[in-house]
């Protein structure tokens, strides 16, 4: 594809490079320093409909191909992200702010994530079910459930894409896209690998733009699957606008308020570790990131010695260097609602233990002044009281110490006091303590003597309560992206029914 590089770059549909109808542009920001990235087209409804109209039409030809030839597509895309590896985990930095280490791992899990989709192309996809009757054979067959819309959070630029749409198109549908607003570049990229690869036109559309254009996606009655993952604010309208409407299916995967058990008998090396990655990583923009720590009161002061030491002194800077832990978080909005849960907290009356919120000007990287940064916000709070900023989600640095005096079963309470239900972990040497956490935690994704985050591919990923309905990654997104039938063949020329249902046919002349 030639372009001129001055242009705003394009939406990807019907396998065109397009402008769309819109008026609006907008620009990719780098959030250490406030550098224009690209700047895109905004779409607009009618360019959903578009990229709709678009993936309808290519459907059938699509869902007609073997799951290993539409597949094939998919592993030249893997090839592609494995050889550009460092490059694109740069380029997710750039985007997004996550510190080296994180953008590489962000493309490591989108390959993974296509292997799976794509390897699991030459694996059964059905069952043999047995049947009453001899002569019967029973099968449950899949079939894919048409269009799927996809709309992604900016905080897994790759991976996240990757875990709705590779599974989406191996399972024979067609996809419509649209990436975060805040992480266009990399929607960019992964149209430009996709129309790399030949995939027929219309298989794979991209839209790029704001929420108005994901709404335009949830409103079209043509897209029979939406995936989302993002805030469970937008998540739940998606829900209550998707779920009266028969034949059009959801999964979403959003927020959490999650938890850390640390009890009496912890290692506390390994509870400073795991709660740090925790809580700092991405900067604390992870859906899974820990904004609790509820510690029993026998390891409560030590802990807290520890964990103080390091969020004093954790490295916040140039998410490109390797030195640096934490990066910016991604836009001004987010730092301002960061100040604000910060605020409540103090206006609630905690005790603050660390307050890095304006970083000292020798903290700010040179050349990064433009960025958005926050240091690590930590406090104290009661367990039992309904505090509002130990209970709602902030997607930062923000994290309360909650001490307990109890047994397990208190600090479980405390863990599932809150609307949400994402991810949480226990750190104990006792394995019953272990084991009372894995049965009584409310979450969907729950660790033991390590950090909540870093979930692989394989594993499912979604949430309770709050934070999620289904599990869009790996085996449990096929849920979503097909339809099961239950197919039963007669090997007789009898008709012979199950339940003891007489097949006779009686007429009049019988009796
Ligand atoms: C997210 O938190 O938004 O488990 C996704 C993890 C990653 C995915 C996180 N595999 O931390």
Request: aromatic share 8%.
């Amino acid at each position: 594809m030639s372009r001129d590089t001055t242009e705003p770059y394009r939406h990807y549909v019907d396998g065109e490079w397009i402008e769309g109808d819109g008026e609006e542009t907008f620009t990719s920001q780098n959030p250490a320093n406030g550098e224009t990235l690209g700047t895109f087209h905004r779409g607009t409804e009618s360019d959903v409909r578009r990229a709709v109209d678009a993936a309808s039409d290519a459907e059938s030809e699509w869902a007609g191909l073997s799951a290993i030839d539409r597949a094939e597509y998919l592993w030249e895309i893997y090839h592609e992200l494995r050889d550009r590896h460092e490059e694109l985990g740069r380029v997710v930095t750039k985007e997004c702010g996550k510190e080296i280490s994180e953008g590489k791992a962000d493309v490591t899990e989108a390959w993974h994530m296509v292997e799976w989709a794509a390897g699991n192309a030459r694996h059964p996809h059905g069952d043999v079910v047995p049947s009453e009757i001899p002569e019967k054979d029973a099968y449950m067959r899949r079939q894919p459930r048409g269009v799927v819309g996809c709309i992604t959070p900016w905080n897994f630029p790759v991976a996240i894409p990757f875990w709705h749409m590779a599974i989406a198109l191996v399972e024979g549908n067609t996809v419509v896209w649209k990436p975060a607003e805040q992480t266009p570049w990399c929607g960019q990229i992964i149209a430009e690998m996709f129309d790399d690869t030949g995939i027929p036109d219309g298989v794979f559309n991209l839209v790029q733009g704001f929420g108005d254009a994901g709404n335009a996606i949830v409103e079209d009655d043509r897209v029979d699957t939406v995936l989302f993952t993002g805030s469970a604010e937008v998540g739940h309208q998606i829900a209550d606008k998707l779920g009266g409407q028969a034949g059009r299916e959801v999964s979403l995967e959003m927020g959490g308020k999650n938890g850390i058990v640390i009890t009496e008998e912890a290692d506390l090396d390994v509870a400073v570790h795991s709660a740090v990655m925790s809580s700092f990583k991405t900067t604390g923009q992870r859906c899974v990131s820990s904004e609790r720590l509820i510690v029993h009161e026998d390891v409560y002061d030590e802990f807290k010695r520890r964990f103080v030491d390091v969020a004093e002194s954790v490295a916040v800077g140039d998410p490109l260097e390797e030195d640096t832990f934490m990066g910016p978080l991604i836009e001004e909005a987010h730092v301002e609602k960061v100040r604000r849960y910060n605020q409540l907290a103090r206006d609630e009356g905690v005790n603050v233990l660390v307050d890095r919120e304006e970083l000292g000007d020798a903290e700010v990287p040179a050349g990064h002044e433009e960025g958005h940064w926050v240091g690590p916000f930590v406090y104290e709070a009661d367990a039992h009281e309904n505090l509002r900023c130990t209970h709602e989600e902030v997607f930062g640095p923000h994290v309360a110490l909650l001490e307990y005096s109890g047994d397990i079963e208190e600090a479980v309470e405390i863990h599932n006091d809150v609307d949400y239900g994402l991810a949480g972990a226990v750190v104990s040497e006792d394995y019953r303590q272990i084991n009372y956490y894995r049965d009584n935690a409310e979450v969907g994704l729950a660790y033991g003597n390590l950090p909540c985050i870093g979930a692989e591919v394989q594993l499912p990923f979604g949430g309770v309560k709050r934070s999620g309905k289904g599990a869009p990654s790996a085996r449990e997104s096929i849920e979503a992206v097909t339809e099961r039938t239950a197919w039963t063949l007669n090997n007789s020329k009898d008709i012979e029914m199950a339940q003891g249902l007489s097949a006779e046919i009686l007429t009049e002349d019988d009796d």
